[in-house]
């Protein structure tokens, strides 16, 4: 018998290549809405089966005969006033960052970006993976904030909160653009992806690397290929992934390794995914506990109960061990600390033995003995010229 679950419902089946089931209302609704059985759905099938239509074939089908929508990808064009984002949390390692979209096709269940999603107006669970937004002009405004006397050059990652290589960028190339507007000011920088497509740009990013002012960091969060298919259903396969850090080490850029999110009883293989991406070519790695914020705890809850029913309590009592949530938060369905303190890696036995793991087995494969420093004397000269530029124009 699968274990009970702790959503007061039961969950909707799986959608093929979608990472959220449902589409939840966001925490800013009006109005409140739950499903509930009817009684009609059957009745339905019950009809077209009479009508000699053919039964669902798979979970995408299934959708369909329930009289739900194809969930197709749609972008919506948004013209940026801004560009760069200030971070100030102490337990980021970048100071700045920049996102060309918002949402991701990707679909990864456990992205802590979906509950952003609320302030468009849109659900953070379906919508976030196919409603997404493409900011159109962000490059030229990225050119014209970075130009500024008052801006401060700090550590800068592309695609922190959404993939900057999601399919979508093969048509709309704001990454692209992005990086050749910090390539013509010598202006260092790093991003993340779990894609493939990165190796489009390895001729830009290769320029910047020969400098010292750009890292690459892949995220892989799995080995095991059908893990991966229901985590991330539209991101790169694990071995594709291998296969873009040794392209881009052979490039000369230099690479780490993402194992984030660690999710108990269903991430297990991190010391394998550590020593894969070595052998690959990485040189450093770092982790994150699965964290669960606003709309993605029950968001998650649900994708547990329709692809790992039978553990699905047990995970979500060892992620409340892991942020230490007590027994009074837990009652009131909380399962995340968002302190700063211990929102990414946790506290208590648990997260503490996740710990463990990732730094013996950093030592014992010889990653992270080095830091990737980048090279900002380049952006330095660029600013003097620019200043040069300015004060003899001044002069006509």
């Not at 798979?58 to 971070?87: C, F, I, L, M, Y």
């Not at 009592?317 to 890696?345: E, I, N, T, W």
Request: aromatic residues 8%.
């Amino acid at each position: 018998m699968p274990a009970r679950s702790d959503l007061p419902f039961d969950p909707p089946a799986a959608i093929k290549g979608r990472g959220a089931v449902s589409r939840p209302q966001h925490r800013f609704a009006g109005d409140t809405r739950e499903r509930a059985d009817d009684g009609w759905a059957p009745l339905q099938r019950l009809d077209r089966q009479k009508a000699g239509e053919a039964p669902p074939a798979d979970a995408e089908d299934e959708a369909w005969w329930a009289g739900q929508p194809a969930w197709t990808t749609e972008v919506r064009v948004e013209q940026v006033r801004s560009a760069v984002q200030k971070n100030d949390s102490p337990d980021i390692y970048f100071d700045h960052s920049v996102n060309p979209y918002r949402g991701c096709e990707h679909g990864c269940i456990y992205c802590y970006a979906r509950p952003y999603h609320s302030y468009l107006n849109l659900s953070p669970g379906l919508d976030f993976e196919t409603r997404l937004v493409a900011k159109a002009n962000i490059a030229e405004v990225l050119a014209a904030e970075i130009a500024r006397s008052a801006y401060r050059p700090a550590s800068l990652n592309i695609g922190s909160a959404t993939d900057c290589y999601q399919p979508i960028e093969r048509d709309w190339r704001l990454t692209r653009h992005i990086i050749e507007v910090l390539n013509q000011a010598s202006h260092p920088f790093s991003l993340i992806t779990k894609s493939s497509a990165v190796e489009r740009d390895i001729d830009l990013i290769a320029a910047a690397a020969a400098h010292k002012r750009a890292a690459v960091y892949i995220t892989i969060t799995s080995l095991d290929a059908g893990l991966v298919r229901l985590l991330e259903p539209r991101a790169a396969a694990p071995h594709r992934r291998l296969r873009t850090i040794r392209t881009l080490v052979q490039a000369g850029i230099p690479v780490g390794v993402s194992v984030a999110p660690q999710i108990p009883f269903i991430t297990e293989d991190m010391e394998q995914v550590l020593e894969a991406a070595r052998d690959a070519g990485a040189t450093s790695a770092f982790y994150t506990m699965l964290r669960l914020p606003w709309e993605l705890n029950t968001l998650f809850q649900e994708w547990l109960q329709a692809h790992y029913p039978d553990r699905a309590v047990r995970v979500m009592q060892r992620v409340r061990d892991a942020h230490g949530v007590s027994d009074a938060d837990r009652l009131r369905g909380k399962s995340y600390d968002s302190g700063f303190a211990h929102r990414m890696k946790g506290q208590g036995l648990w997260a503490d033995l996740v710990r463990q793991r990732f730094e013996k087995a950093c030592r014992r494969l010889g990653l992270n003995r080095e830091r990737t420093v980048l090279d900002w004397s380049g952006f330095d000269a660029w600013r003097q010229g620019l200043r040069a530029d300015a004060r003899q124009q001044s002069l006509f």
